[in-house]
């Protein structure tokens, strides 16, 4: 259900929701017209006109992933007042990293994801300067493929890709002992069920890499620190974890643990160094809030953390039990990844007449504002709810969940249901696309095929064509189109609007890429009536 939980379900989950992030509209936007000036203190964001919210939800990057450890904010307000020399603070964190961790060497990177394309910096070019300042043009360096487990495939490779490697995609371990050469830089894994179930886990593509000299890089971002690392210890050379989840240091904090010289040479392909990465900057706040991140989690009572958040749930459980129709389900988690347990508040959608995405859209419009997940019976499809999770709460904050949750369905706004009206036209055929996106525009095609109100087809958009699906109730049409992670990168589009015989048109919402406008045509030769 995370980012990064380990298998292409479970981001496509997290695509979903950001999907209904964007659709909640002006819900979700600022409201700039309240901004009196920034003003420091606990109002900070709404004296620009955020609204803040309780996140029940988990550490997700759009929603500013975790909240700062107090340790954190007093380590970064220190260093924050004085002058360092950056590779002389690179080289002290790296030796405490080493320490704490028991990894041979450690670094700071600008989050995770910047941490894989130094990590893959590294690999093909090793801290070769000549090298470095041609990245990412790697044509002619003597190694340039990385190559990527089917099960790994995931937006996040495109750190990885960011270097200028070819990606090699493999299946099965009788492909990647193929696919191994003299031009193989690296093998890139994401960790989690997906990689542990399959016959490419980690140490069978060590027990295949290791004898010909190819680094595995793990991608772990959110998997809590395991020391002595279970990733390391499985056969990897480096592995990646973002800084601003569970170890709750710099939301633009990550970390590379592994081998000491392949760490040190992408320290070298890293900022403050100039060519391809200087954009990846991490300041000494970062590197040392980073730092004490670390040091706190290996400190922390991890044991009395779990029963606070168990204390949560159940007071949550227990504030639904009288209200009748409404069931509780407390779930532990499977995996590292964002580790912590949740609870399952579900309802049959008849019967309260509100459906488990109406109610999370409900609780992230009012007051206070709670961010948290859609939920669905596992056994049972009519089940609709909702589910907290209590990884990133606060004290105090469940019993606002709490409250706000058990308000919500005492007194449920039942959703009306309006008669589906009868297409005023078949849109079946082609459709040239005008998009207005922020700062360009793009033409694409929409081929459709209509039966009743149900509509199926394809969107060829500017490089590849995805299937489309959606419905047309009266003059309103609702077209969505998918390009999976499966590929590498996610594209959702949701069209929606309005259509005559020959001509529709309203907004896109683009899930995490926000919306634009849209309009269509019907192909002359295709036009009916």
């Known amino acids: ?99 704490l961790t028991e990894a041979e060497w450690g670094m700071v990177s ?58 090699i995609e493999v299946e099965t371990p009788a492909e990647l002992e193929a696919a191994l050469g003299p031009r193989t830089a690296m093998i890139y894994v994401l960790a989690g069920p997906a990689a542990d179930e399959s016959p490419l886990h980690t140490k069978a593509i060590a027990a295949l890499a290791q004898p010909r000299g190819v680094p595995i890089l793990v991608d772990a971002a959110a998997e809590i620190l395991t020391v002595p690392n279970v990733h390391l210890e499985n056969g990897a050379t480096l592995v990646a974890y973002s800084g601003g989840k569970c170890l709750r240091g710099p939301q633009t904090g990550g970390l590379v643990l592994g081998r000491k010289d392949l760490v040190r040479a992408a320290w070298v392909h890293s900022a403050p160094h100039h060519g391809f990465a200087r954009g990846l900057k991490v300041g000494k706040e970062e590197a040392i809030g980073m730092l004490m991140a670390v040091e706190m989690w290996v400190t922390r009572d991890h044991d009395a953390e779990w029963k606070r958040w168990t204390s949560w749930l159940e007071h949550i459980a227990s ?3 009288d209200i009748d129709g409404v069931t509780t389900t407390i779930v532990q988690p499977e995996g590292l990844s964002n580790r912590t347990p ?21 609780l992230l419009d009012g007051e206070p504002r709670i961010a948290l997940h859609v939920a669905r019976g596992d056994d049972n499809p009519s089940l609709t709810g909702v589910m907290v999770t209590p990884y990133m709460m606060a004290d105090g904050e469940e019993q606002v969940v709490a409250d ?42 929409l081929h459709l095929t209509q039966r009743g109100k149900e509509i199926n087809g394809a969107h060829q958009g500017d490089f590849v064509s995805r299937d489309l699906s959606g419905t047309i109730d009266g003059d309103t049409i609702e077209l969505r189109s998918r390009y999976t992670e499966r590929h590498g990168d996610s594209l959702n589009f949701t069209f929606s609007g309005s259509v005559t015989e020959n001509e529709m048109g309203g907004t896109l919402d683009m899930g995490e890429y926000l919306d634009a406008k849209w309009t269509a045509t019907r192909r002359v030769n295709e036009r009916r009536g």
């Open 404 to 445: 706000r949750v058990h308000d919500l369905l005492s007194n449920p706004k039942r959703e009306a249901v309006t008669p589906v009206a009868t297409p005023v036209a078949d849109l079946s055929g082609s459709w040239d696309v005008q998009i207005e996106f922020a700062a360009s525009r793009s033409n694409h095609v």
């Open 110 to 167: 600008s989050g995770c994801s910047a941490g894989l394309t130094h990590a893959t910096a590294a690999c093909v070019a090793g801290g070769n300067p000549d090298l470095h300042v041609r990245i990412p043009d790697v044509s002619r360096f003597p190694k340039d493929e990385v190559i990527v487990p089917t099960h790994s495939r995931n937006v996040y490779d495109a750190a990885v890709r960011a270097v200028g490697v070819r990606i």
């Open 319 to 321: 504030r639904m039990s």
């Open 1 to 99: 259900m995370f980012r990064r939980g380990g298998n292409v379900g479970s981001l496509v989950a997290l695509s979903a929701l950001l999907r209904g992030e964007s659709a909640a509209g002006t819900a979700v936007a600022a409201d700039t017209t309240r901004s009196t000036g920034l003003r420091v203190g606990k109002d900070i964001y709404q004296s620009i006109g955020v609204r803040p919210m309780v996140n029940a939800r988990g550490t997700y990057t759009i929603i500013s992933g975790s909240v700062m450890l107090p340790e954190v904010r007093d380590a970064i307000a220190e260093a924050a007042k004085h002058y360092v020399h950056l590779d002389e603070l690179a080289e002290a964190v790296g030796a405490r990293l080493a320490a």
């Open 342 to 362: 949740s609870v399952k508040v579900l309802w049959e959608r008849e019967r309260l007449g509100m459906s488990g995405e109406a109610a999370s859209r409900a």
